[in-house]
């Protein structure tokens, strides 16, 4: 997945703002939570994405091929993931893992705000 075609299919996510940060990095929010981020790797030359994943996600992609825990974030506690190649996860699987990032980060937003948002539909 090149850096467009990343930022391309988070644009198209419900919601989402874009900024540039953390050394020309790819910030993907959802209500000002990153939900993903996508730069190159210091160790090679390749478009890594980092994303939020669920409990059993992480646990799984740690140990594949192509994935690891996401730098400075796992290292806090946090369930991200990285994932440096395809080997594991094609770029369908990818946008699945990221559309799902988005959803998660998007439930941990206040009530209040996803119904600012539309991201749920608010009670009469």
């Known amino acids: 997945m090149t850096r467009e075609d990343f930022d391309e299919y988070c644009r198209g996510l419900p919601h989402t703002t874009h900024v540039v940060q953390w050394g020309n990095a790819s910030v993907?929010?959802?209500g000002g939570k990153v939900?993903?981020?996508g730069g190159w790797n210091?160790?090679?030359d390749a478009f890594c994405v980092?994303?939020?994943t669920s409990d059993t996600?992480?646990?799984i992609l740690s140990e594949?091929?192509?994935c690891r825990p996401a730098p400075y974030l796992a290292s806090r506690g946090m369930k991200w993931i990285q994932r440096t190649s395809e080997e594991t996860l094609s770029d369908a699987d990818l946008k699945a893992y990221?559309?799902?990032s988005h959803r998660i980060v998007a439930a941990g937003l206040?009530?209040?705000l996803q119904r600012e948002l539309g991201l749920m539909e608010s009670k009469s």
Do not use: M, N
């Open 28 to 30: 993907w929010k959802v």
């Open 57 to 59: 996600s992480f646990e």
């Open 98 to 100: 990221l559309a799902e």
């Open 50 to 52: 980092s994303f939020k």
């Open 110 to 112: 206040t009530k209040k």
């Open 35 to 37: 939900f993903t981020v």
């Open 42 to 44: 210091d160790e090679k």
């Open 64 to 66: 594949q091929p192509g």
